[in-house]
């Protein structure tokens, strides 16, 4: 089923670049990088890391989970921690004189993406060829499932894959923005938050909207020298807004076998089903603007499956 929009819809992150323009603006702001280290854990307010050179222990009045969807601070601080993930697998190649229009393009097969889908992104320089699922439902693991996927994978006519490909894989939460995401000690940001929709799986605008918001109360509590400022930082009133991509991950996790894919997408192709996948994909609002007197000032809408 072909489903096209009137405006560009997807934006696909080269995340080696966006890497390197963050940490450029974090240094430019007075941050101290250093790579190669990880977070160990906490005793009171001090923070042990492990990097190069051993470990050591800082101090901090705020710590920000930003450690991904089994996130340790979230641990430390007794915040709340996602419980319900998917497992993800992605090749990226570079597509030399791609002579086909950029496009996305999911496949819906419960015997290779258990719960979710595979897909393949050819945005005319870059394929980014992916699967996903419940870990515990792939027949013969993801690896497996990756492999047979790569040498079947639509859109790619013509495409030589290179040898040089740069491989991606981790878990996925799909659960939701996570109710408790801040204490008086410091808060969650992106997949560690659960700031992913439940539905598509897209977590890169969601996690720079949620920062945007981390960052405006942090600024606050920091001026103000008032850590109840984190309160406004309340992941369970923006939770409200993901009820219905909650409710329709809970349905695309009951389709099991090949048959009910089919019977699915005989009702995608009615003249409702098409509109509600419309709404899925090309849809604005892929998180909600926060309210409150911490709240970041309202953003322009985004299509709502990236």
Same mark, same amino acid.
Do not use: K
């Given at each position: 089923?072909?489903l096209?929009?009137?405006?560009?819809?997807?934006?696909?992150?080269?995340?080696?670049?966006?890497?390197?323009a963050?940490?450029?603006?974090?240094?430019?702001? /007075?941050?101290?990088l250093?790579? +190669?280290?990880?977070?160990? +854990?906490?005793?009171?307010?001090?923070?042990t890391? @492990?990097?190069p050179?051993?470990?050591?222990?800082?101090?901090?009045?705020?710590? =920000? +989970?930003? $450690?991904?969807?089994?996130?340790?601070?979230?641990?430390?601080?007794?915040? $709340?921690?996602?419980?319900h993930?998917?497992?993800?697998?992605?090749?990226?190649?570079?597509?030399? #004189?791609?002579?086909?229009?950029?496009?996305?393009?999911?496949? %819906?097969?419960?015997s %290779?993406?258990p719960?979710?889908?595979?897909?393949?992104?050819?945005?005319?320089?870059?394929? *980014? =060829?992916? =699967?996903?699922?419940?870990?515990?439902?792939? !027949? *013969?693991?993801?690896?497996?499932?990756?492999?047979?996927?790569?040498?079947?994978?639509?859109?790619?006519? /013509?495409?030589?894959r290179p /040898?040089?490909?740069?491989?991606?894989?981790?878990?996925?939460p799909?659960? /939701?923005?996570?109710?408790r995401?801040?204490? !008086?000690?410091?808060?969650?940001?992106?997949?560690?938050?659960?700031?992913?929709?439940?539905?598509?799986?897209? +977590?890169?605008? !969601?996690?720079?909207?949620?920062? @945007? *918001?981390?960052?405006d109360?942090?600024d606050?509590a920091?001026?103000?020298?008032?850590?109840? =400022?984190?309160? *406004?930082? @309340?992941?369970?009133?923006?939770?409200?807004?993901?009820?219905?991509? %909650?409710?329709?991950?809970?349905?695309?996790?009951?389709?099991?076998?090949?048959?009910?894919?089919?019977?699915?997408?005989?009702?995608?192709?009615?003249?409702? #089903?098409?509109?509600?996948?419309?709404?899925?994909?090309?849809? $604005?609002?892929?998180?909600?603007? !926060?309210?409150?007197?911490?709240?970041?000032?309202?953003?322009?809408?985004?299509?709502?499956?990236?």
């Amino acid at each position: 089923m072909t489903l096209d929009s009137d405006r560009d819809e997807f934006r696909v992150g080269d995340m080696a670049p966006l890497y390197e323009a963050a940490a450029r603006a974090a240094l430019s702001a /007075g941050v101290r990088l250093e790579l +190669g280290t990880r977070y160990v +854990g906490r005793r009171g307010d001090v923070y042990t890391l @492990d990097g190069p050179h051993g470990r050591r222990q800082v101090r901090a009045r705020y710590v =920000v +989970g930003a $450690d991904g969807a089994r996130s340790r601070v979230a641990r430390d601080l007794a915040l $709340d921690r996602n419980d319900h993930l998917l497992v993800g697998a992605e090749e990226v190649f570079t597509v030399p #004189g791609a002579s086909e229009p950029p496009a996305f393009h999911c496949v %819906l097969d419960p015997s %290779l993406a258990p719960g979710y889908l595979a897909w393949v992104v050819n945005d005319g320089r870059h394929a *980014h =060829v992916g =699967v996903a699922g419940y870990a515990h439902r792939f !027949p *013969h693991g993801l690896r497996r499932a990756m492999e047979r996927f790569v040498r079947t994978a639509p859109g790619l006519a /013509g495409v030589e894959r290179p /040898g040089d490909v740069e491989r991606r894989g981790g878990p996925i939460p799909v659960g /939701g923005l996570l109710r408790r995401i801040s204490c !008086p000690r410091g808060l969650l940001v992106g997949d560690a938050a659960g700031a992913v929709s439940p539905l598509t799986a897209g +977590g890169l605008d !969601p996690c720079l909207r949620l920062s @945007d *918001h981390a960052a405006d109360v942090l600024d606050e509590a920091l001026r103000s020298g008032q850590a109840s =400022v984190l309160d *406004h930082y @309340d992941g369970a009133a923006l939770r409200a807004s993901f009820r219905g991509r %909650l409710a329709l991950r809970q349905g695309l996790a009951q389709v099991r076998t090949p048959i009910a894919a089919t019977a699915a997408f005989a009702l995608l192709r009615t003249p409702v #089903g098409r509109a509600a996948a419309r709404r899925v994909l090309f849809g $604005d609002r892929s998180f909600p603007t !926060p309210a409150g007197p911490a709240a970041v000032s309202p953003l322009p809408a985004r299509p709502g499956a990236r």
